[in-house]
């Protein structure tokens, strides 16, 4: 099994006298064979304090595009709203691939990366309800989860701590409203016994996605509150 052991960032004056400071870092020790064999940080570079690389310019760039597909989906031009989010998508895959490969890893790509997709589940959200695709109360159900884990982030860093390692949970209600967003826009584009199905399809999996995106919230509601209580003890 796989054990994780958090630890807290260094101030700001350490006694080594460096002066960077790192987020909260997850030391994992794998165990399991096969864990072992597709572990990414085995085979991820470790990240530069770089900021101007090729997969950094691509995660900008898709962030710069998140506005244009709300803007298609909410004036319901959901083809070409397909396109760029295809193209997106792309995009997501390419600058990972680049940045290991080449080894352009940079802990600005580490904030970046997951900000686009938060940004384009949030914009992609609010873009399908005001299309009438998706219910107004699933709006408010992803953005009152985000605007909880940004305080949490705030609270953390009072006390000298990083981001949370992300859960599994975190990651597969992402992975599922990924894919469920762009089920639901090419739902809605054509109207046909199929197309009906597949809305009902996407829409109970976007369900599932938000609810699994308040249970990695909730988690990591939990660890923070524990760490939290922890320094506050010492």
């Not at 807290?8 to 030391?27: F, I, M, R, Y």
Request: charged share 15%; glycine share 6%; net charge positive.
């Amino acid at each position: 099994m796989t054990s994780v052991k958090l630890h807290k960032q260094p101030s700001a004056l350490n006694l080594a006298g460096e002066d960077d400071v790192k987020p909260t870092t997850c030391e994992t020790v794998m165990t399991h064979p096969i864990i072992e064999r597709f572990s990414r940080s085995k085979y991820s570079p470790d990240p530069r304090d770089v900021i101007w690389t090729v997969p950094n310019v691509i995660s900008l760039l898709r962030i710069l595009s998140i506005p244009v597909i709300a803007y298609l989906v909410a004036r319901r031009h959901l083809i070409i709203a397909l396109v760029v989010l295809l193209i997106s998508a792309i995009s997501d895959g390419v600058d990972g691939i680049i940045a290991r490969r080449f080894n352009q890893v940079s802990k600005l790509g580490q904030i970046l990366d997951p900000i686009a997709d938060r940004l384009l589940i949030l914009s992609s959200v609010l873009a399908l309800s005001i299309a009438n695709i998706l219910p107004w109360w699933l709006l408010v159900l992803v953005g009152l989860r985000d605007v909880l884990m940004g305080i949490l982030v705030l609270c953390l860093a009072q006390h000298d701590y990083g981001p949370l390692p992300v859960h599994f949970a975190g990651k597969t209600g992402t992975a599922v409203l990924m894919l469920a967003i762009p089920a639901l826009i090419l739902a809605d584009a054509w109207h046909s016994p199929f197309f009906q199905v597949l809305h009902l399809i996407a829409l109970g999996a976007v369900i599932w996605g938000v609810g699994l995106y308040w249970l990695a919230g909730c988690f990591y509601a939990q660890q923070g509150i524990a760490l939290m209580r922890q320094d506050a003890r010492q």
